[in-house]
């Protein structure tokens, strides 16, 4: 039987010849010409030498457990945020820069959440799974004077809070996308642009880090930023490049006033 085979898969293929010719001549693939050949990176400089000392510490992956707040079964719902930042605040009263740095008429409103509501500047916490644990994180804006926003996050663990994240800035919104948390904000002198910073969990620091940092076109087709309005700082000697917790240039390290905000938590 295997004989029969040849004679009809010829057959098969020269009744399909027409129809190749009729398709090449009706529109069919036409080259575009060679394609580029591939250019791999280029190291500049090979013979420099490494460097010996590291860049200064800004911060970036310090964390820190909030003293005396408790977490029931890892669930950081059922945890007050104004009651976490007020903890942070009696741990740190003068503190102006750094992760814990905050202008001092706003730890004063902190305070005061209790008394006076309207004027906390502590925001409505959000919740997402941040970490890849199965578990919700909390995230808690502060609002701040000149427009800045503290943003921070805070892990539940071995039956308390751990902020895993700290920084400040100018802030033009606050996205979530997928697991990370995506800060945008006006720039420092470039119209039409804001920076964008993508905050993500890297498991070896057991921290937040700004993993991905780009100055980009204002969204909408180049309005110019809002000015920023510098104060002089009230701050230590060893104040950071940056406002508190910010690991790229930005605003003023803070000099500490509180004004009202509300969003929905969802």
């Known amino acids: ?29 036409v080259s575009d010409g060679p394609t580029e050949a591939a250019v791999g990176p280029v190291r500049l400089w090979p013979g420099l030498p490494p460097a010996s000392d ?13 003293p005396g707040i408790t977490v029931r079964g890892a669930d ?6 104004v009651a976490v930042v007020r903890a942070e605040v009696a741990a740190h009263p ?29 925001l409505s916490p959000y919740y997402r799974d941040l970490t890849g644990n199965g578990r919700d994180e909390l995230i808690v804006g502060i609002r701040m004077p000149e427009q800045q926003v503290a943003v921070r996050v805070y892990l539940a663990e071995d039956g308390g ?24 904000a006006a720039s420092a ?41 510098p104060r002089t700082p009230r701050a230590t000697p060893d104040s950071p490049r940056t406002a508190p917790g910010s690991p790229r240039a930005a605003s003023p390290v803070p000099s500490r006033a509180a004004s009202p905000g509300s969003e929905s938590a969802s």
């Open 1 to 29: 039987m295997r004989p029969r085979a040849v004679p009809l898969a010829a057959s098969l293929a020269l009744a399909a010849l027409p129809v190749l010719a009729g398709c090449a001549g009706q529109g069919g693939l």
């Open 54 to 66: 590291p860049p200064a510490d800004y911060g970036e992956t310090d964390t820190e457990r909030v």
């Open 76 to 81: 950081v719902r059922a945890v007050d945020p």
């Open 94 to 122: 003068d503190t102006y820069s750094g992760a814990d740095g905050l202008y001092e008429e706003t730890s004063r409103a902190v305070l005061a959440c209790d008394t006076a509501p309207a004027e906390c500047p502590v």
């Open 161 to 184: 809070l751990t902020r895993v994240m700290s920084t400040v800035d100018q802030v033009v919104s606050v996205e979530l996308a997928g697991r990370d948390l995506i800060v945008r």
């Open 189 to 229: 002198g470039i119209p039409g642009y804001e920076y964008r910073t993508a905050w993500s969990w890297d498991e070896r620091q057991h921290s937040m880090l700004p993993a991905r940092d780009e100055i980009v076109p204002v969204r909408g087709g180049g309005a110019s930023d809002p000015p920023r309005t």
